[in-house]
Nanobody, 121 residues
Framework: QVQLVESGGGLVQPGGSLTLSCAASGFTFSGYGMNWVRQAPGKGLEWVSGVNGGASTTGYADSVKGRQFTISRDNAKNTVYLEINNLKPEDTAVYYC?????????????WGQGTQVIVSS
């Protein structure tokens, strides 16, 4: 069965950095797009970034464009990453990885359990 396990969250000071990881299993990883979606306290789900199966195309939400968010994937390790530098308090959220139903990164078919990121001094 499909499993997505996020890790790498934690408490970080403003201006700090984190790299979130999502280890995938149960499907042919390179054949599917992957996404990062976040949910801030008291708010709805917000798509953050996506990468296609071949890692040739990425996308970012307008809210993080121009900031230091970088999505990447290692198909040999069945893992997708989200590197965030210069974190701000408004980045505080639970970050989920989500598998796309296609090789692109449009749509969400399966979700991980999430990893909490808290940005606070």
């Amino acid at each position: 069965q499909v499993q997505l396990v996020e890790s790498g969250g934690g408490l970080v000071q403003p201006g700090g950095s984190l790299t979130l990881s999502c280890a995938a299993s149960g499907f042919t990883f390179s054949g599917y797009g992957m996404n990062w979606v976040r949910q801030a306290p008291g708010k709805g789900l917000e798509w953050v970034s996506g990468v296609n199966g071949g890692a040739s195309t990425t996308g970012y939400a307008d809210s993080v464009k121009g900031r230091q968010f970088t999505i990447s994937r290692d198909n040999a390790k069945n893992t997708v990453y989200l590197e965030i530098n210069n974190l701000k308090p408004e980045d505080t959220a639970v970050y989920y990885c989500a598998k796309s139903p296609t090789c692109g990164f449009s749509g969400f078919e399966y979700w991980g359990q999430g990893t909490q990121v808290i940005v606070s001094s």
